[in-house]
């Protein structure tokens, strides 16, 4: 039997198998008390208001902490326990280093600035690589929907990303927009800042339209940069959330989770395998960019 064969007999019992079960099963009717967008909700765990400020423990802070960790300790990794003879966790914690230093730095910025601001960009880089893989990783965060543990009501297994929750991309945005900025002032001066914004060979009355444009895409980068990143976060999970199982409850069809739930798995590994470390490598990259390009004589 030919492959092409093969593959045709498994597809049809495949979808043979899915109508099957959609005719022993039948539907439930569309279930109204499911919203998927509750899984983002941010419930207060410990109500902290100071001032005005809401500054309440949710589970996003819970994940912005356990990535705070994992990046000081990388860091206390690199610093404390290199060898003269590495072992294969040090050959890859050299590698990474490497990666960061020559790829993400040293590759969009002078080696001047890329000494001064190493260190920042391969902390954002290890920060949001960290905050993104754990979103992928269960934990007991779901405070909607409880289980019941000896009579205590313990909350059920989910997955968040902090990065998901545009706040937090905003955030690290504003920190990289205005370091740039003022490092651009600082090396250029104020005129010469704003000077370097009209590319090289543009003069006379051209050059105020285009440089209007460039002044008002250094603010769109604060919502292109912080976007990306919230959006293509936002979009795996809520992929694997109705893949697997969001819309098979939604619908009332049991049957339909034997098309979603091949596919959730898919969309899981091609999250964690690419997307969660490309998200934190285009951020990390995009800022060394701006960072090299606030201080060069033109744009």
Do not use: C
Request: net charge neutral; no cysteine.
């Amino acid at each position: 039997m030919s492959r092409g064969a093969k593959a045709l007999i498994g597809a049809l019992a495949f979808f043979g198998t899915g109508i099957l079960l959609g005719l022993i099963f039948g539907s439930e009717g569309k279930n109204e008390a499911f919203k998927p967008q509750n899984e983002f909700k941010l419930d207060d765990w410990v109500d902290i208001k100071i001032a005005g400020i809401d500054l309440s423990i949710n589970k996003a802070v819970l994940y912005l902490f356990l990535a705070t960790v994992l990046t000081i300790g990388f860091m206390l990794y690199v610093a404390n326990r290199m060898q003269a003879r590495p072992n294969r966790v040090q050959t890859l914690v050299e590698t990474l280093y490497t990666f960061m230093r020559d790829n993400i730095a040293g590759g969009n910025m002078d080696a001047k600035m890329a000494a001064r601001w190493f260190s920042f960009v391969a902390t954002l880089f290890l920060f949001i690589w960290f905050s993104n893989l754990l979103g992928y990783i269960p934990l007991p965060t779901n405070t909607e929907h409880t289980v019941n543990v000896f009579g205590a009501e313990i909350p059920s297994f989910a997955i968040y990303a902090a990065t998901a929750n545009l706040a937090v991309p905003l955030a690290l945005t504003l920190m990289v927009w205005i370091m740039y900025t003022v490092e651009g002032f600082r090396a250029q001066g104020f005129i010469g800042y704003f000077k370097s914004l009209i590319p090289a060979g543009v003069t006379g009355a051209a050059a105020i339209p285009i440089f209007l444009i460039e002044l008002i895409s250094q603010f769109v980068r604060i919502i292109s940069l912080s976007v990306r990143l919230f959006a293509n976060i936002l979009a795996g999970h809520l992929l694997i959330l109705f893949m697997g199982g969001g819309l098979v409850v939604l619908l009332g069809l049991a049957a339909l989770g034997v098309f979603t739930l091949p596919l959730a798995i898919a969309f899981y590994i091609f999250e964690v395998g690419l997307v969660a470390t490309l998200q934190a490598f285009i951020f990390a990259t995009l800022s060394s960019i701006y960072f090299g390009g606030a201080v060069a004589a033109h744009h």
